[in-house]
């Protein structure tokens, strides 16, 4: 079984300062984990991902998010936030070799950035 | 990344009525996934429909209330029967990536649906 618990249903960023997601999950097997991010009315578009390869994971828009397997944890940073940034943040995880492919999604960080 | 579209974008539909939401993919895909999305809430998946085979539903979904068609590898609809306010969601679905990522998966824009 999976779960994914995220620290903080709302998270207040000032412009410019650094965006803190937090995310730790529990996976009876090796995780893939997921940030996706969702823009007001729109679907969900994927960030990053870690696939058991480098621990430190690079995306699009600047984010990154490290994986601490002794933390179990994949927590999303950008040092400098922007306003476009602002939207909701999902971290889901999927178990390596799993049947269905199946994502287990948290209950959603809403940033929301300040000028 | 697949594109994925949705049909309709959104709807208004009365109580006990039922509305039939279509996603349409731009590549053959294996597995294609129904989310449901209530309103501040994060996504649960409802089933997994893979082509020529019966949907797989998730814990508290029934076949009754969202009956799932897959008649090919780019195409499927999720309906949803004998609607109640509490339907009042965003349907997505999502396919997973080319590659074979384990979990990877790319979502339509969603449909929003309000029940009166």
């Known amino acids: 079984a999976q779960s994914v618990t995220q620290l903080g249903s709302h998270v207040s960023v000032s412009e410019g300062a650094l965006v803190l997601l937090r995310c730790n999950y529990s996976s009876s097997v090796p995780p893939y984990l997921f940030w996706y991010v969702q823009y007001p009315n729109q679907g969900l578009q994927l960030l990053l991902k870690?696939?058991?390869?480098?621990?430190l994971v690079k995306g699009i828009n600047g984010f990154e998010a490290e994986f601490k397997k002794s933390e179990t944890s994949f927590h999303l940073t950008k040092p400098s936030a922007h306003m476009s940034d602002a939207a909701e943040y999902f971290c889901?995880?999927?178990?390596?070799?799993?049947?269905?492919?199946?994502?287990?999604f948290g209950g959603g960080t809403r940033v929301l950035v300040k000028p | 990344s697949a594109v994925i579209s949705q049909k309709p974008s959104r709807d208004i539909c009365q109580r006990g009525t039922s509305l039939t939401i279509q996603c349409q993919v731009d590549?053959?895909?294996?597995?294609m996934f129904w989310y449901r999305q209530q309103p501040g809430q994060s996504l649960t998946l409802i089933a997994t429909?893979?082509?020529?085979?019966?949907?797989?539903?998730e814990s508290g979904f029934v076949i009754d209330k969202f009956p799932i068609s897959r008649p090919n590898l780019t195409f499927s609809t999720l309906t949803v029967s004998n609607m109640s306010p509490e339907d009042s969601s965003i349907y997505l679905c999502s396919v997973t990536g080319k590659g074979g990522f384990l979990g990877e998966q790319y979502f339509g824009p969603g449909t929003r649906l309000t029940v009166t």
């Open positions: 870690y696939t058991s390869a480098a621990t």
């Open positions: 590549s053959q895909v294996t597995m």
């Open positions: 429909a893979n082509q020529g085979s019966e949907a797989t539903y």
């Open positions: 889901a995880v999927s178990a390596q070799g799993a049947a269905g492919n199946k994502l287990t």
